[in-house]
Structure formats: structure tokens, C-alpha cells
């Protein structure tokens, strides 16, 4: 059974940067997709950031110029660079991945595997 493990939240004012990682162990099938999403108290889980097997990127618009995902090239880890953040960042940050190859990378409903979260919180 495979795993995904976030790391590197925090606590950060606003306009500080944090990186997530996301580690990926156990896999013996094909992760075609992976992304980041988050979810806040009261709100639903949303899609931050996506990337294919190709390195081909999507993102949510509120974090356009601010948020870079990426990932290694044996794809056992992912990352998602947050600079410029602000309090409404702030959210549990959660991992995926997709075996599916077609769909929207932007909505949870594609992927199959998700970790455990990591907390943001951006103070002002």
C-alpha cells in the first residue's frame, strides 16, 4: 500500500514563504497526476496546484505568481514553494495522486491517494 507523507508546514506572518514536501513511498503502479490541496475550517477542500507526469502545471487562480509546484524526477517527491503568503493561505495542505490519466487535475474527484496533511497558518 502506497504512502504519501506532507511535510513543512508552519506558522508564518504575512508575506513570509514556506515549502511543502511530499513524499511518496510504496507505490507499484503509476502515478499520472499529483497536486496540492487545502482545506480550511468550515470550507471545502480545494485545489491549489497540479503537475503530470510531464511536468505540465495548473493552478488556482488566488495562487497564480506565488505558489511553484514541483517534483523530483523519479517523482517520489513533490513540493509546492509558497512565497508572498497571506492569512487567507491559511489551511491544512494535503497531498495526491492520480492513477487516472484523464479528468480534471483541479478536482479532488480524480485522485485516488492523499496523505495525512500538513497545517499552514499566516498571520497578519
Known amino acids: 500500500q502506497g504512502q504519501l507523507v506532507e511535510s513543512g508546514g508552519g506558522s508564518v506572518q504575512s508575506g513570509g514563504s514556506l515549502r511543502l514536501s511530499c513524499a511518496a513511498s510504496?507505490?507499484?503502479?503509476?502515478?499520472?497526476?499529483m497536486a496540492w490541496f487545502r482545506q480550511a475550517p468550515g470550507k471545502e477542500r480545494e485545489a491549489v496546484a497540479s503537475?503530470?507526469?510531464?511536468?505540465?502545471?495548473r493552478y488556482t487562480d488566488s495562487v497564480k505568481g506565488r505558489f511553484t509546484i514541483s517534483q523530483d524526477n523519479a517523482r517520489n517527491t513533490l513540493y509546492l514553494q509558497m512565497n508572498s503568503l497571506k492569512p487567507e493561505d491559511t489551511a491544512m495542505y494535503y497531498c495526491?495522486?492520480?492513477?487516472?490519466?484523464?479528468?480534471?487535475?483541479?478536482?479532488?474527484?480524480?485522485?485516488?491517494?492523499w496523505g495525512q496533511g500538513t497545517q499552514v497558518t499566516v498571520s497578519s
Open positions: 510504496g507505490y507499484t503502479y503509476y502515478r499520472y497526476y
Open positions: 495526491a495522486a492520480a492513477t487516472q490519466t484523464s479528468g480534471d487535475p483541479l478536482s479532488p474527484a480524480l485522485y485516488n491517494y
Open positions: 503537475i503530470d507526469i510531464d511536468g505540465r502545471t
